[in-house]
């Protein structure tokens, strides 16, 4: 029995582009084939995109995506690479509603899976769908999806592949359960190949590998892990893929953020004499492996490669927001640049008679590192004519300001087609020092919205650095970085007027927000009373202004951590015990 | 044995607000015991509010609900009221998650369960764990409760009593299946107790009562069935709690749409004898029945229950829109008025150049039939400061006015603390007839989203002719009715230069939409290819627009219909076949 060379096909899919999805399968297994690939492995639901949610439901969608199907394979058979065996990942349908809630609920008859398929010369040979479908945080998988109930091997070559999705190896007692036997002959699987669709979530690399790394000692052979890449939606899949033998050790491994195609040699198995325990075991060879990122730079390629993706995926080129002078837009213009180029970027700069004249300084020299179309736009004209009318004072005139400026930026984008996208970090989103509407929280995407103020500043020392190291301008003005964060939106303000510093806030935040922490269990953490009461009312206010006003960007850890869905009235506040 | 007098408190909870919940419970508790009842019932989660989503998963807001259900035993003891059995939702919890897949998730070790308990003598006495999640729609369940396993029956007074929770009884094989049989004496249960949050939907109160109806033959009791009422969030719960005998005739029942404590007596066992079958079956007693609405007032009392909830519930007392002298402010205005009272609505006329006269002396006569505080705001000066610097011409400058308008009524909002509430309905959200940002989708509520066009001029229809019926006047200017619809955003311009009649546009929009049908389908339906064409385009791109800038209001149903989720970046467009 020879070597089997397998190709984890680590690609950037979109929900709904069947086609583009369809002719992406078709290029790299024409790559993977000319590698000398036996099996090419995609990620989870490749040919519809994922999460797709109740796009499942709807009957034309899952015909187009049955024909699809069909097509790669006659596809790859008339280019005489039928010998090719192809996994690849899309919409199934489990016939009859799984339960009976379901059925009670009018659920289509034919309740969607979320499957595997296996393609070899013309035809879609077999099928596995999806056991555990995870409705936790960000993943609704329960709510459209029937389960599986079956397990599956195929025979590539001779070789026993057991093929699973994602969260059927998140938990004991899966699937992989009745991999781990020895079938008639006294073999077991020779491979375990994982179809993943993983978000994103800061250092969930290892925790991936170690959990890959126990499967692959309970089924006793290597695991293969594919994961898709790139931005949909508010998610980020950073690819990471990798091989994992029996013992532990990663054999292989792909970057994350880019695609990639990572090909690898299962060995020739030995003979069934081994079994006696007197021949030494399989020695599984070891191929390239990508180095891990330094955090910092890990969250920075995340945020480019989201907003990279929403941007291109909802078919825009370019994008306008406005440039304060701050560290927050000062960095959302650099993702921006670094994600679809400077000169796609066009940052606008629209003083008040509040704004100090070093922060158009810095507006206009972060647009020249970055190569922007920069403009500015005064609002003192449109302000004074609303004022004429309405005469607003205190926060009502601060807001008015700033409600201006996202006009502006949406009659920009409306007149020239670019997505107007909003700098507001997740500090200030979550204690509500922002404005509904305004230029900060308008807008298609907010790329800072899970990145807190903290974070902030280390992302902008961490982008300027690489910069310096590569020999280039470091793109963000060492005064944006330095000075104290500032609205501008009344004479001397700061942040710190109406907030903790930031470093503490931030710790605050994560407890309370990330970790659903209770009053009692912040102080317990050693947290000042005072701090905590702050934060806590003005997270809680902060919040219930944004659920009544459902309009603003989501905020909480959307791509980094949790979802979170509350209700709109909720009048639950933290008790003061 | 005697008599079992029961009362069913249709009550109106609200999230989060434990302590007013608990105020409740305790007062319609005192109520039924005037009343001489041995048992009072009250909705799903009445002790949280319902529904909860992720605050179920916060350690604190269930360590406060825990501790309010002690409260109300004990407080009812102090009062004497001990011997009053008190039936009430609340949140529990399972000990440990129910399957892997949560477990591997991190959640919590003690997962929460939608729970009922039984209050008497000071003590919790017995608790049931809703089995049965629905995770479809608008509902979560699944997603953060746990299911219990164990059927509940307890005896009160010496009868036995099942308990069961909402979904329970909406599929076959559920808890109840373990109710019907008999016990060791030979009885079988004497009544079933339905705790339910049922959410209002057109036609939805004979699904429920048929449906009732077939669990009481089931168990061969009556079935006594008590349902929140009220506005929470964007549901609305009708009430219309009920009693239905196992022969499927109802009892007696609640109205719609209003708080209600429905009082019933059980009758007493007739003796074991009886099981010989020589003897006569259990006549159970009529009460009071009430009569079914008209249609469009059902859906009319909806749309003001929803809003209503919604205003009172975020903790406002006023309300400001804009008044165009169309069809849609007008109807929204005299919802607002119905809702809090005309003297709470703030209307603002915001003129434009193109803004023809009968619309301004519509919107003023309105304003003047609700009692509403009535201003004129010309947006002139601010729209041509804008274009002084911008110079936006078509689209763009249409846009802007309409933005103008929506900074005039967020300023006033700031200013004065009303709810800003936007009157877009289903139609002209769902093809794309509005602005982002505009006067018509800014705001925290949109009480026509889910009411298409058709059905606006049917319910301006029915609340005029009600007003006349009762001898008032009619609230809506009949040539606000009557008048051909436009946005007055150019010259001349009407809604059918652009988008097909609209009682042909919402058939289509009902199939495409609700039933979610393909473009094969609606074909089939008889429509015309073009007709079809035209508004399948228009939605798909509407959709995609208000996915990308994910601020403007729901539109699809969430009231009414079915919720749907869908990728913001979805490329999927219905095909041409």
Excluded at 322 to 350: C, F, K
Aim: proline share 7%; charged share 25%; with cysteine.
């Amino acid at each position: 029995m020879a070597e089997l060379r397998i190709a984890l096909a680590q690609i950037d899919t979109c929900v709904g582009a069947i086609d583009q999805n369809t002719a992406k399968i078709l290029e790299w297994t024409r790559r993977a084939a000319g590698e000398g690939a036996h099996v090419v492995a995609f990620p989870e639901m490749t040919l519809t995109g994922y999460p797709i949610e109740d796009l499942a439901l709807r009957a034309s969608f899952r015909r187009a995506a049955w024909a699809a199907a069909a097509d790669v394979a006659a596809q790859l058979e008339r280019e005489g690479l039928g010998g090719v065996t192809v996994v690849l990942g899309t919409v199934g349908t489990a016939g009859t509603p799984d339960t009976p809630e379901r059925a009670a609920s009018g659920a289509p008859a034919d309740l969607p899976t979320n499957r595997a398929v296996v393609i070899q010369h013309g035809e879609v040979l077999a099928a596995y769908d999806k056991h555990h479908l995870p409705n936790y945080g960000v993943f609704d998988e329960f709510r459209i999806f029937a389960p599986g109930t079956e397990p599956l091997v195929v025979e590539i070559e001779g070789r026993a592949v057991g093929i699973v999705i994602c969260e059927d190896i998140w938990q004991d007692g899966g699937p992989i359960t009745t991999l781990g036997g020895l079938d008639e002959a006294g073999h077991g699987i020779d491979l375990l190949l994982v179809l993943n669709g993983s978000p994103y979530e800061e250092g969930k690399g290892h925790v991936r590998t170690d959990l890959a790394a126990r499967r692959a000692a309970e089924v006793d052979a290597p695991v293969a892990y594919v994961n898709m890449v790139g931005g949909q939606d508010d998610l980020v899949f950073d690819g990471g893929s990798f091989v994992v033998g029996p013992d532990g050790s990663v054999l292989t491994s792909s970057p994350q953020f880019v695609e990639d195609l990572l090909v690898w040699d299962l060995p020739a198995r030995t003979s069934s004499a081994d079994l006696t325990g007197t021949a030494p075991a399989t020695v599984y060879p070891t191929g390239r492996i990508a180095p891990p990122l330094h955090p910092d730079e890990e969250v920075y390629r995340a945020c480019v490669t989201g907003l990279a993706g929403y941007v291109r995926k909802n078919g825009f080129r370019s994008i306008v927001l406005g440039l304060s002078g701050g560290i927050d837009s000062a960095l959302t213009a650099t993702l921006a640049a670094d994600a679809i180029g400077g000169q796609n970027v066009v940052g606008v700069s629209m003083p008040s008679s509040y704004s100090s004249e070093h922060s158009k300084d810095d507006a206009a020299d972060l647009a020249k590192r970055l190569g922007a179309d920069y403009r500015v736009q005064p609002i003192a004209p449109m302000v004074e004519a609303f004022q004429g009318e309405l005469a607003l004072e205190g926060v009502a005139e601060e807001n008015l300001q700033a409600r201006v400026r996202g006009v502006v930026l949406m009659a920009i984008s409306n007149r020239e087609g670019h997505l107007v996208i909003a700098p507001g970090n997740k500090s200030e989103l979550a204690v509500g020092y922002a404005t509904i509407y305004d230029a900060g929280s308008i807008g298609g995407y907010a790329p800072l919205k899970d990145v807190d103020k903290s974070r902030v500043w280390a992302l902008a020392r961490w982008r300027n650095d690489a910069a310096l190291d590569a020999g280039e301008i470091p793109p963000i003005p060492e005064s944006s970085i330095t000075k104290p964060p500032s609205a501008e939106l009344r004479p001397g303000q700061t942040d710190q007027d109406s907030l903790p510093p930031y470093d503490l806030l931030d710790e605050v935040l994560d407890a309370y927000i990330e970790h659903a922490e209770g009053r009692a269990e912040l102080l317990a953490r050693g947290f000042d009373p005072e701090v905590v009461d702050k934060v806590v009312t003005l997270v809680d206010r902060a919040e219930w202004k944004r659920r009544q006003y459902p309009l603003g960007p989501k905020v909480t850890s959307l791509a980094f951590g949790r979802d979170r869905r509350l209700p709109v009235t909720s009048r639950w506040r933290e008790p003061a015990e």
